[in-house]
């Protein structure tokens, strides 16, 4: 089966950096998404990374590690419209590859 | 950009009702896929299809049912609503190798 853990909420300040770590135990890993989700809002789509380091995209990056079977996304300079839940998702290869398994979702609260 | 259109926004029906949830997608993406979504649970695949009149279930299928009998619509079905079905309904089609595209959702209420 799989499972992924992700904290349930993390509280930053404008300005700051904050991480978000996702921890995934999957039969056939092929990959890891993350998503942005908006109070009320549907899950937009962030990054994927299927090899081990770090993808850069603006304000957001995001990490593997194959080997820990972990990874985070980093967000920089961070903005009160950054105040969303963030999924991490894994995508498997068994069965089909094209399902994503999703994560609880961490609700990041940014203050001002 | 793909754009994922799901029917009703907020629904409210009774227990044992046959309730039917629209969504169609722009492009020609052929895996669509529907997540409900609980607090504290995330998003739980319910049913997925990869093709027109092709379908496999997901992680929590029972009391659902779908149809795809056009490539850009995908129909989830609830065939007699319970109050444990009261969700938040999400439909996705996939956006290349990388990730899904969702619908706006529908919050659906069994009273």
Not at chain 2, 14 to 33: A, I, P, S, W
Not at chain 2, 36 to 53: C, E, H, M, N
Not at chain 2, 81 to 108: D, E, I, V, W
Request: aromatic share 14%.
């Amino acid at each position: 089966g799989q499972s992924l853990e992700q904290p349930s909420e993390v509280t930053a300040v404008e300005g700051a950096i904050v991480q978000i770590n996702c921890t995934y135990q999957t039969s056939g890993f092929y990959g890891l998404s993350w998503y942005q989700q908006h109070d009320g809002g549907a899950p937009t789509f962030l990054s994927y990374n299927a090899l081990d380091g770090l993808e850069e995209t603006g304000r957001f990056s995001s990490f593997l590690s194959r080997s820990d079977s972990y990874g985070y996304l980093l967000l920089q300079e961070l903005q009160m419209k950054d105040s969303a839940s963030y999924f991490c998702a894994v995508r498997d290869r068994a069965h089909n590859f094209n399902k994503f398994y999703f994560g609880s979702g961490t609700k990041l609260n940014v203050k001002p | 950009d793909v754009k994922v259109t799901q029917s009703s926004r907020y629904l409210v029906k009774r227990t044992g009702e046959k309730v039917f949830l629209e969504c169609v997608q722009d492009m020609d993406h052929e895996n669509m896929f529907w997540y409900r979504q609980d607090p504290g649970l995330g998003l739980r695949l319910i049913y997925f299809s990869y093709d027109v009149k092709m379908k496999e279930k997901g992680d929590i299928p029972e009391g659902y049912s779908v149809s795809r009998e056009k490539k850009e619509r995908f129909s989830l079905i609830l065939e007699s609503a319970s109050t444990n079905q009261t969700s938040m309904y999400l439909c996705a089609s996939k956006r290349g190798p990388l990730g899904y595209t969702f619908g706006s959702g529908t919050r659906l209420t069994v009273v």
